[in-house]
């Protein structure tokens, strides 16, 4: 599971509980749940390196995902990459949402998770496309961007782990 902030407006538990039904009906045992709140933008998710690193170690032989965007953004060739890794380990990716995308079933499903991860990547430049505009929309409209005296949001930081890694390293 992952959601990209981790403010209340998103939850990943609404994913939750559809894969745990999903994985009932077809009589799958669920071993373990990795769910981050962060971009899908690129790999440094804690628990997507977890999962990446259970899957090498065969812990289990599928990966129920809510949706092919919800496991990666990061484009095609890291998208198919991670699968290549999942596929040399024995493990599957099965999407809830893309009823197509079942990587135990070869042929179709990687030229459709091609064009999928082409239009994730897509959707995450558009994404990027739209927050750009709305600042710069506000910032032309005199509205003061940032914190204020270039202040650090301690509180977002510490939910991170930010603060801890820092702390750790100085010690």
């Known amino acids: 599971m992952r959601v990209s902030k ?27 749940e990795y769910s981050d709140m962060a971009s899908g933008g690129n790999s440094n998710r804690p628990q997507f390196q977890k999962m990446l690193k259970d899957a090498k170690e065969r812990k289990f032989d599928i990966i129920l995902v809510w949706s092919l965007d919800r496991f990666s953004r990061e484009g095609i060739s890291n998208t198919l990459g991670y699968l290549e890794k999942l596929g040399k380990s024995g493990v599957a990716l099965k999407s809830l949402q893309e009823g197509w995308l079942d990587t135990s ?3 179709m499903g990687n030229l459709l998770i091609a064009i999928m991860s082409w239009v994730a990547q897509q959707e995450r ?13 506000a910032k032309a409209g005199g509205q ?5 005296n270039g202040a650090k949001d301690k509180g977002r930081r510490k939910k991170s782990g930010y603060l801890l890694r820092w702390q750790n390293k100085k010690e």
Do not use: C, F
């Open 6 to 32: 981790s403010d209340e407006s998103q939850n990943p538990e609404n994913q939750k509980e559809p894969l745990r039904k999903m994985a009932e009906i077809l009589g799958l045992e669920i071993v373990g």
């Open 125 to 137: 430049q558009r994404i990027s496309e739209r927050t750009r505009a709305g600042l710069q929309r």
């Open 105 to 107: 079933d070869q042929g």
């Open 144 to 148: 003061l961007l940032g914190r204020p």
